[in-house]
């Protein structure tokens, strides 16, 4: 088993069929296919199924696909690291953000990056923190915007910072409601929350472990449409910082920081732990950090 067979390997899996891996590796089809066949051979076990719209990884196939990204992924790190001793920093740094930091941060974060390593491709993906961090696990990211489950230590690698929530609505929604009320405040309004959202499952646990009983009339997940309800006095919805920053900038909403005690997300920056840290990274981790930071001070 060599290095070109493993590509081709991952190659197939990821695409789905071989005729589109074909097209992706830029081999034809017969010569990918007998390559596959070698590699079963050689290991004495069957890998791809193959069938009318597709292929499929059986158990030992799925085994072997997530040990050979990471190999590769090794030996992506490994030459870049020799590269980088001689002055040399490029290659590609894949970032996991936050959905609710996304529209603040990406567009920064990649200009930023290519300004200061030109030689550098940022990959930034977007996701719910479950997500992200499983992505971070298994090896699809350097590193990630993560909630995490307290609040970070002052000093410790990764420490972000800690945003409040806020409920967002119309003004003639929440007229009854004070500048900063807690969740027993909010309990007369409608709400629009969706199980989705981390914010607000972190409302709902809340309210369970208070007793309290929120008038929740739906959700959605698109924020965008969220707030298009809000707009329309449907009713109000429950954000961290940075969204609900936003969302006040919508003509006719409002946003007041929710004044109850623990009620707080975490935010951390969490690197891949087993894949080694270039300076590539590293230094994507410290733009990111600095973006992160001017953002809790503007907000």
Same mark, same amino acid.
Do not use: N
């Given at each position: 088993?060599?290095?070109?067979? %493993?590509?081709?390997?991952? !190659? @197939?899996?990821?695409?789905?069929?071989?005729?589109?891996?074909?097209?992706?590796?830029?081999?034809?089809?017969?010569?990918?296919?007998?390559?596959?066949?070698?590699?079963?051979?050689?290991?004495?076990?069957?890998?791809?199924?193959?069938?009318?719209?597709?292929?499929?990884?059986?158990?030992?196939?799925?085994?072997?696909?997530?040990?050979?990204?990471?190999?590769?992924?090794?030996?992506?790190?490994? $030459?870049? $690291?020799?590269?980088?001793?001689?002055?040399?920093?490029?290659?590609? @740094?894949? @970032?996991?953000?936050?959905?609710?930091?996304?529209? %603040?941060?990406?567009?920064?974060?990649?200009?930023?990056?290519?300004?200061?390593?030109?030689?550098?491709?940022?990959?930034?993906?977007?996701?719910?923190?479950?997500?992200?961090?499983?992505?971070?696990?298994?090896?699809?990211?350097?590193?990630?915007?993560?909630?995490?489950?307290?609040?970070?230590?002052?000093?410790?690698?990764?420490?972000?910072?800690?945003?409040?929530?806020?409920?967002?609505?119309?003004?003639?929604?929440?007229?009854?409601?004070?500048?900063?009320?807690?969740?027993?405040?909010?309990?007369?309004?409608?709400?629009? *929350?969706?199980?989705?959202?981390?914010?607000?499952?972190?409302? *709902?646990?809340?309210?369970?472990?208070?007793?309290?009983?929120?008038? @929740?009339? !739906?959700?959605?997940?698109? %924020?965008?449409?969220?707030?298009?309800?809000?707009?329309?006095?449907?009713?109000?919805?429950?954000?961290?910082?940075?969204?609900?920053?936003?969302?006040?900038?919508?003509?006719?909403?409002?946003? *007041?920081?929710?004044?109850?005690?623990? %009620?707080?997300?975490?935010?951390?920056?969490?690197?891949?732990?087993?894949?080694?840290?270039?300076?590539?990274?590293?230094?994507?981790?410290?733009?990111?950090?600095?973006?992160?930071?001017?953002?809790?001070?503007?907000?």
């Amino acid at each position: 088993m060599d290095i070109r067979q %493993l590509k081709y390997f991952v !190659g @197939i899996a990821e695409a789905g069929s071989l005729t589109e891996a074909s097209r992706r590796l830029h081999i034809v089809q017969p010569a990918l296919s007998q390559r596959l066949s070698d590699l079963e051979r050689e290991l004495g076990v069957k890998l791809v199924v193959r069938g009318r719209v597709g292929t499929a990884l059986t158990p030992a196939g799925t085994e072997l696909y997530e040990r050979s990204k990471r190999i590769l992924q090794q030996i992506d790190y490994a $030459a870049a $690291a020799a590269r980088e001793k001689a002055g040399v920093v490029e290659g590609v @740094i894949t @970032i996991g953000l936050l959905r609710s930091l996304s529209p %603040l941060l990406s567009v920064r974060l990649f200009s930023e990056i290519r300004a200061a390593m030109p030689r550098v491709r940022p990959q930034i993906r977007v996701g719910y923190s479950a997500e992200l961090e499983r992505l971070l696990f298994k090896g699809d990211l350097d590193m990630a915007t993560l909630v995490a489950a307290g609040a970070p230590e002052a000093g410790a690698r990764g420490a972000a910072f800690s945003e409040r929530l806020f409920i967002v609505g119309s003004r003639d929604v929440l007229r009854a409601v004070p500048r900063r009320p807690t969740l027993a405040d909010v309990q007369p309004i409608e709400l629009l *929350l969706s199980p989705m959202q981390p914010a607000h499952r972190l409302v *709902l646990e809340a309210c369970e472990r208070s007793g309290l009983d929120l008038r @929740i009339v !739906g959700g959605i997940e698109d %924020l965008p449409s969220m707030l298009e309800l809000c707009e329309q006095g449907v009713g109000a919805t429950i954000l961290s910082t940075f969204a609900a920053r936003r969302a006040a900038q919508r003509t006719g909403l409002i946003a *007041l920081p929710i004044a109850e005690s623990g %009620l707080e997300r975490h935010v951390r920056i969490a690197l891949a732990t087993d894949t080694g840290w270039s300076e590539a990274v590293l230094v994507g981790e410290s733009i990111l950090s600095r973006l992160l930071a001017e953002s809790v001070k503007r907000s």
